[in-house]
């Protein structure tokens, strides 16, 4: 079934006024302003914000279709990231609100020194590439490709395009504006979707009828990967952490946090729903990545297609916008002005953060177009990231003890890299994902080098000096 004009005026009359919001919320030259909005984000607006950065291309087409090809093996990531939902609202929200400012890497400068902030600015932009821009343009191109029939590489650049448009011009204001408005849509094109492919699926019975019986058991190698990849790094996760510091105040970062992880998991519990009615009804040779947009353009009558598709694009367009500006601001606070500027002003700081958005939204889109496929870019672009920084950013902001600057860097740089070298050479051990190789490495080099290395508090004191 092709995409009638009445859904072309709905998709068409979305993206319009998508840049139109953007540019109406143009901000100041005031990097506070561009970056985390001047930290005056109410609680409708944060809850928004979330919410449509939280469900993603990443989670409707990549969740979607793992469940089409592998069944209920998302309930245990469904089950890890709502409990990291919770324990991220009771105790993250407030205490990095608290903590202030642009980054989630800024604490590891606080605490180790400026060369661990950089680095881990380095892996979190690393991060926000593949998981952003990357990701999010490969399920653009998907979407584009099978409504238009256009090359997915064309559809890539045609999406691209339009999300640099508003978040080059509008900062933080216009990503959490635009987020409002997508927040609706996305909603309303899930439940609907869902329900209707629920429906046309024939129910519970349908789906246990048609499904193989290995759909219904959790292969736990599968299961631990996919945790790895997209629930543990949502505790580091840089852009949930510029929401953080872009609220009001602290207890606003908290409430909205905890408010988003039930409406989180029905979606999320939804998109699964729709990968197993997928089951029924689409062939089994579909790529599991072009799932979710072809039940949308296949299934659903016209003016209600138009609609989910726009949610579709709602999902897509407010991740890859967030993750794009996080990205940039971690390239210009945690490199640029750490390391390099420290007198920078906010002029110049704005202009870096603009420049790193453009530089990091066509950087994930060569990201997309060699690696075109979700789940791949998700694994591959937070190994280093989590393996790396986990161990060292929890350590700081929960211990009491002793901090060292060269326990940090030397965790952070081991377990990252060792992480990513066993990713890309497809080593496995113990049926784990190498993610986890890097996590425990970053733990042991924390436990042994820190009692014998000198405290950070020492080295910071000597850096700043400088």
Not at 56 to 61: A, R, W, Y
Not at 78 to 89: E, Q, S, Y
Request: with cysteine.
């Amino acid at each position: 079934m092709q995409i009638q004009i009445i859904d072309w005026v709905l998709i068409g009359f979305y993206m319009i006024f998508m840049i139109v919001i953007g540019a109406y919320f143009k901000t100041s030259n005031s990097m506070s302003d561009y970056a985390v909005a001047d930290k005056k984000l109410g609680l409708s607006v944060l809850v928004a914000t979330l919410l449509a950065t939280g469900i993603g291309g990443g989670v409707l087409t990549g969740s979607t279709g793992n469940a089409f090809a592998q069944g209920v093996v998302e309930i245990p990531k469904l089950a890890v990231l709502f409990c990291i939902n919770i324990f991220t609202a009771l105790f993250l929200a407030k205490k990095m609100r608290n903590i202030g400012g642009f980054t989630a890497p800024e604490m590891l400068g606080r605490v180790y020194g400026r060369h661990c902030q950089a680095l881990g600015g380095l892996f979190c932009a690393i991060y926000l590439i593949g998981t952003g821009p990357a990701m999010q343009s490969i399920a653009l191109g998907t979407c584009l490709h099978l409504m238009l029939g256009i090359d997915m590489k064309v559809g890539m650049i045609i999406g691209m395009i339009i999300i640099l448009l508003y978040t080059l011009s509008s900062g933080m204001w216009g990503v959490a504006m635009t987020d409002y408005v997508q927040f609706v849509f996305l909603t309303l094109g899930v439940v609907i979707a869902a329900g209707s492919a629920f429906y046309r699926a024939g129910g519970w019975e349908g789906i246990v009828a048609a499904a193989p019986a290995s759909h219904f058991e959790v292969d736990l190698s599968s299961a631990v990967k996919i945790v790895c990849a997209t629930a543990l790094p949502t505790l580091i996760d840089g852009n949930r952490y510029s929401r953080f510091f872009s609220a009001k105040d602290a207890k606003t970062a908290r409430l909205s946090t905890l408010i988003v992880a039930f409406p989180w998991l029905i979606i999320a519990f939804m998109s699964m729903i729709m990968g197993l009615s997928a089951v029924v009804l689409l062939p089994a040779n579909t790529a599991k990545d072009m799932v979710f947009a072809t039940l949308l353009t296949t299934f659903l009558p016209t003016g209600i297609r138009g609609v989910c598709v726009a949610a579709l694009m709602a999902a897509i367009m407010s991740t890859a916008d967030s993750y794009m500006l996080t990205g940039a601001t971690n390239i210009s606070v945690d490199i640029y002005k750490n390391l390099i500027n420290p007198n920078a002003t906010d002029k110049q700081m704005v202009m870096v953060t603009k420049a790193s958005v453009l530089a990091i939204g066509l950087m994930g889109l060569g990201f997309a177009i060699l690696v075109p496929d979700i789940m791949s870019v998700w694994t591959l672009s937070s190994t280093a990231y989590v393996g790396g920084c986990l161990v060292p950013m929890l350590y700081g902001l929960f211990s009491k003890r002793k901090k060292s600057y060269t326990a940090a860097l030397i965790a952070i740089i081991i377990g990252g890299s060792f992480a990513v070298c066993c990713e890309i050479m497809g080593f496995v051990w113990f049926n784990l994902p190498p993610i986890v190789y890097g996590i425990l490495i970053s733990a042991l080099l924390m436990l042994i080098i820190t009692p014998f290395a000198k405290d950070a508090r020492e080295i910071n004191l000597s850096q700043n000096q400088s």
